[in-house]
């Protein structure tokens, strides 16, 4: 029902997401393992198209303590690979934003993959507090942000980006995909 809502009605503020959001149930954080397709929620956050513009595919979570936050296609398109997320925001000054808009980052960053890419995990999966509610939490091992989740459906989740220096959250949303395998 929630995900029929967002379709046919997409939020474009943070007022409008964060409704949607309260709105929708809790997670259990064993709901969130598996494979999860990555799409952003533009609500004019300042950081509004650079996951886009970076070619991100989405999320993996094995286990609560193995957690790939940026999954992003091989060239050839048929696999995964998993990004350092403290390369990928090093250059994002988490309390002033500036995001060159309208860029593709795509082709760098497939040049690139040898020195972007981790073997090894770089988020947890928890359970916090986020607006009075108790929920599946990302928590990045290296930076000041988490990511919480609530329920679409039984495949679709609404994630806030909650970032230290952010005055308001940043919107996406993962879809249970697990059509490509993990190539380390």
Do not use: C
């Amino acid at each position: 029902m929630l995900l029929d809502e967002l379709m046919s009605t997409v939020p474009t503020t943070t007022g409008d997401a964060l409704e949607l959001f309260d709105a929708a149930p809790a997670v259990e954080p064993g709901e969130m393992i598996g494979t999860w397709r990555g799409a952003e929620l533009p609500t004019g956050h300042p950081i509004d198209g650079l996951l886009a513009a970076s070619g991100w595919w989405g999320k993996q979570f094995v286990d609560a303590e193995t957690v790939h936050p940026l999954l992003f296609r091989t060239s050839d398109g048929s696999a995964l690979w998993p990004m350092k997320p403290v390369l990928a925001f090093a250059g994002v000054p988490f309390g002033r934003f500036s995001v060159v808009k309208n860029r593709s980052y795509v082709k760098p960053i497939a040049m690139s993959r040898l020195a972007w890419q981790t073997r090894s995990p770089k988020a947890r999966l928890r359970t916090t507090r986020y607006r009075g509610v108790d929920t599946a939490t990302m928590i990045y091992d290296q930076l000041p942000i988490n990511d919480v989740f609530h329920r679409l459906s039984d495949d679709a989740v609404l994630g806030a980006m909650d970032m230290r220096g952010s005055e308001q959250p940043y919107f996406f949303v993962l879809r249970r995909d697990d059509t490509l395998r993990m190539r380390t």
